[in-house]
């Protein structure tokens, strides 16, 4: 398992020039862009974002992070794992106020997100950003047809992909297709057999041992333990 790193509620500051290694944090949250810029590569593919943008991390989410030639302030706010379904990024006309709202109230932060977010798509400017937005959309993607499709050989596919985003492409899609089952772990209360059948496993056994792999333990001691409720205190 790559590392866990903590989340908070509140700004965080980085230096310019500086790329943070592949990691993965077990809340669901999102980074404002208060200022700077960076490149995301991660669980819901490649992002490179400006101030006003908006990243959305899911349960177990997994990304890398490469800040650009000049010194990047992020917001974090933490989320419910279900908020902002099927987003993965977007833009706020104003990210300021946000900022000032999240100093008294995380709440009224997030429903000021909620109210400004505009959705925004993934960067598909290269052939990894394009395989990674493939295989979020058909977790089946058989990896030697895609490659054939676009005039790659599955090697030089398997290593640029690598170089992105610092993960093959094989586990790229189990990943996904395994944070895609814990969301609905988390918030809904259907039969783990039924979620295994809705996101791709071949049964509940699979299931449990994907979500074992992403986070540690088997989804029915997710569920029995909820570990997924928000921390709602105030930032400092």
């Known amino acids: 398992m790559i590392p866990l790193a903590p989340i908070e509620n509140g700004r965080e500051s980085w230096d310019a020039g500086v790329t943070v290694a592949r990691h993965r944090h077990a809340a669901a949250y999102a980074a404002i862009v208060l200022s700077g810029g960076y490149e995301e590569c991660g669980s819901r593919g490649r992002f490179a974002v400006l101030p006003g943008d908006v990243l959305l991390h899911g349960l177990y989410d997994a990304h890398l992070d490469r800040f650009a030639a000049r010194g990047t302030d992020i917001l974090n706010l933490a989320l419910p794992p279900s908020a902002f379904s099927g987003v993965s990024a977007g833009r706020v006309a104003d990210a300021d106020v946000i900022a000032r709202m999240a100093e008294t109230d995380v709440e009224a932060a997030v429903a000021e997100l909620t109210v400004q977010l505009k959705a925004l ?52 899609r189990a990943e996904a297709r395994a944070q895609r089952a814990l969301t609905r772990i988390a918030c809904q209360t259907q039969p783990l057999a039924a979620i295994a059948v809705e996101t791709g496993f071949a049964d509940q056994a699979h299931l449990s041992r994907a979500t074992k792999a992403l986070t540690g333990a088997p989804p029915a001691r997710w569920r029995r333990s909820n570990p997924f409720k928000i921390n709602r205190t105030r930032l400092r």
């Open 121 to 172: 798509p993934a960067d598909a400017g290269d052939w990894p950003s394009l395989l990674a937005a493939d295989l979020l959309r058909d977790p089946r993607l058989r990896l030697g047809a895609w490659a054939a499709a676009h005039g790659l050989a599955p090697a030089t596919v398997s290593r640029g992909f690598h170089k992105m985003f610092r993960v093959s492409p094989a586990t790229f």
